[in-house]
C-alpha cells in the first residue's frame, strides 16, 4: 500500500511527495523500495524527522500499535493525516478526536478507501431495513493479520445501526450446534454474522447477503488490485485540507460530490 501511495502521489500534479517511512527499509534507494522513480525522496525510518521536512499531510497505512503513536505524534506537531490502518477500538477513537480536535488539526480515519466499499456500505445499510437476515463474508490476501476486516466490521455497524432505528435486530441464529467450532463465523451486533476468509491470490473482497421471505439480496464488492483504493485516498488527501478536526470514512466526500453532481436537488441522505 505504501508503494502504490507514493506512485499516486508523485503522478498528482497538485501534490509533492517528500518522504516515505518505513523502519525495516530505511537508507535503502528509494526506487528500490519503492519502484517509484521520484528524485531528492529518501526512505527514512523515523516519523521524527517529518516536521523538519516540512510536510502538510501524511498518508498511514501501518498497524493500530504504530498508529496510535503516530496520531498522537501528528496531532502535536500538526501534521495534516489521512489514516487506512485497522483495529482501532472506540477508546482510540475517543483519545484521536480529542486530539485532533484540541490541536485543531484536520484528520481522516477511513476502514475503506475504495469508493466501490463505500458504497456497498451504504446500501448495506439501507437494504438492512428490508430483510429479515444478514450475513458478511469477507476475503482478503493471505498476509492480512486481522480478522474481521476494519470494513466488515464497518458494515455490520451500519447494519446494526439500522436495525436499532427498527427496534428490532436480525432474526436470531437457528444453529443450536456447531460440529465444527466458529462454523457459524462471528456474531457481531443485531445478530449478524461475519465470516473471514484469508486466501493466496485475493486482495480486499467482501459480500453482505441479506434473506427475506422468498428472496435473498446479495451486495458485493471485489478490490482486485490496490491501485482502487488511491482515488478515495487522493479524494481525502484534498478534503483534508478543509478540516480542523478528526472526520471517519468519506461517505461524507462522496456527498459533496454528490450535491456538485445534482446541484443539491438530492430528497433525504446518501
Known amino acids: 500500500m505504501g508503494s502504490t501511495v507514493c506512485r499516486?502521489?508523485?503522478e498528482q500534479p497538485d501534490m509533492e511527495l517528500v518522504a516515505a517511512v518505513d523502519p525495516k527499509m530505511a537508507g535503502i534507494d528509494f526506487f528500490q523500495v519503492t519502484g517509484v522513480r521520484a528524485r531528492g525522496i529518501e526512505v527514512v525510518g523515523d516519523i521524527s524527522v517529518l516536521p523538519i521536512l516540512g510536510v502538510d499531510v501524511i498518508v498511514d497505512f501501518t498497524n493500530a500499535q504504530a498508529a496510535r503513536e503516530n496520531l498522537r505524534f501528528f496531532a502535536e506537531n500538526k501534521i495534516r493525516c489521512v489514516v487506512?490502518?485497522?483495529?482501532?477500538v472506540a477508546k482510540d477513537i475517543d483519545s484521536f478526536t480529542h486530539l485532533f480536535r484540541e490541536n485543531k488539526v484536520g484528520a481522516i480515519i477511513a476502514s475503506n478507501f475504495s469508493i466501490g466499499a463505500v458504497l456497498m456500505m451504504k446500501l448495506s445499510e439501507i437494504s438492512a431495513a428490508f430483510f429479515d437476515s444478514a450475513e458478511i463474508v469477507e476475503m482478503h490476501h493471505e498476509r492480512k493479520v486481522d480478522a474481521p476486516s476494519?470494513?466488515?466490521?464497518?458494515?455490520?455497524?451500519?447494519?446494526a445501526t439500522t436495525r436499532k432505528r427498527l427496534g428490532r435486530p436480525f432474526i436470531d441464529d437457528p444453529t443450536k450446534k456447531e460440529t465444527i467450532k466458529g462454523a457459524r463465523g462471528a456474531e457481531s451486533e443485531s445478530n449478524v454474522?461475519?465470516?473471514?476468509?484469508?486466501?493466496?491470490?485475493a486482495v480486499a473482497h467482501q459480500e453482505v447477503i441479506f434473506g427475506g421471505v422468498g428472496q435473498s439480496l446479495t451486495i458485493r464488492h471485489d478490490s482486485y488490485d490496490r491501485s482502487s483504493f488511491m482515488p478515495g485516498v487522493v479524494m481525502a488527501l484534498r478534503e483534508v485540507f478543509s478540516l480542523q478536526s478528526l472526520a471517519l470514512g468519506i461517505d461524507w466526500i462522496?456527498?459533496?460530490?454528490?450535491?456538485?453532481?445534482?446541484?443539491?436537488?438530492?430528497?433525504g441522505e446518501f
Open 193 to 201: 454474522h461475519i465470516h473471514s476468509l484469508r486466501t493466496v491470490g
Open 84 to 88: 487506512g490502518t485497522t483495529g482501532f
Open 8 to 10: 499516486t502521489v508523485v
Open 150 to 159: 476494519g470494513t466488515a466490521i464497518s458494515t455490520a455497524k451500519a447494519m
Open 254 to 267: 462522496l456527498e459533496r460530490e454528490l450535491d456538485v453532481l445534482f446541484g443539491g436537488d438530492r430528497d
